[in-house]
């Protein structure tokens, strides 16, 4: 295991159609974290789990929108009816994490994203 | 308050130069400071990072400084090479660990 998995690399989608993305962290990470990138713009948070917690959500993420990470391995993010504005590329990412104490936070290893092209 | 401001928004470098890329924040809970490097059709990629109880960090080429009463944190490239042409982010974090990105840097170093 040598870094984060996402799956399919790009989807192209009819409007009103539901999409699946797949994230595989990496396996002694706990976090895993969805994201948003648009062309030009840096990367936007939409959900983050700790283990099989999810345990923020952004306002971006409309209840169109629905993650879940089951046993705390790998993570699903579900867009249904999609819009031409759900077109960007969604990354995953994976951390490690405490939850508390001067060195809870660490960097972030990102997958190669899943390109969603909504037609 | 959860903005991450930066610039400039595209920078030009001779081979050899120095690239400097400048990042601010407000939120003074934010304690973890990364920039991260992103070649087109690749995720972001964790460059370098810092913690405020340090002004500077070095690794290789790639320097942070860091200026907490000012709350501005910059990222020095030296030497630039043209393999170093990419977008680079910074980003802030704080308790929950849930990074907050500038809105980028096209570098690119010309020969």
């Known amino acids: 295991d040598t870094g984060v998995s996402q799956d399919p690399r790009h989807k192209i989608t009819k409007r009103g159609q539901n999409v699946t993305f797949r994230c595989d962290p990496i396996s002694e990470h706990n976090r895993l974290y969805w994201y948003r990138q648009t062309l030009g713009q840096g990367p936007e948070f939409l959900t983050y789990f700790q283990n099989e917690a999810q345990l923020e959500k952004s306002r971006l ?20 009816r999609t819009e031409q504005g759900d077109s960007a590329m969604y990354l995953c990412a994976s951390s490690l994490g405490q939850a508390k104490g001067p060195r809870r936070n660490y960097g972030y290893t990102f997958g190669s994203g899943t390109r969603l092209t909504v037609v | 308050q959860q903005q991450v401001k930066q610039s400039p928004q595209s920078l030009i470098v001779q081979k050899g130069g120095i690239s400097i890329i400048n990042c601010a924040y407000e939120n003074t809970a934010f304690d973890y400071f990364p920039w991260y490097q992103q070649f087109p059709g690749k995720g972001p990629a964790l460059l370098i990072a810092i913690r405020p109880d340090v002004s500077e ?41 849930k990074l907050i990105f500038g809105t980028g840097t096209l570098l690119a170093v010309q020969p």
């Open chain 1, 61 to 80: 993420l409309s209840d169109r929108f629905s993650a879940e990470r089951p046993k705390g391995s790998f993570s699903t993010l579900e867009i249904q």
């Open chain 2, 57 to 97: 960090k070095k690794e290789g080429r790639f320097t942070i400084s860091f200026n907490k009463s000012a709350k501005q944190f910059s990222l020095h490239i030296m030497d630039s090479q043209p393999g170093d042409s990419a977008t680079y982010f910074c980003a802030a974090s704080g308790a929950t660990n």
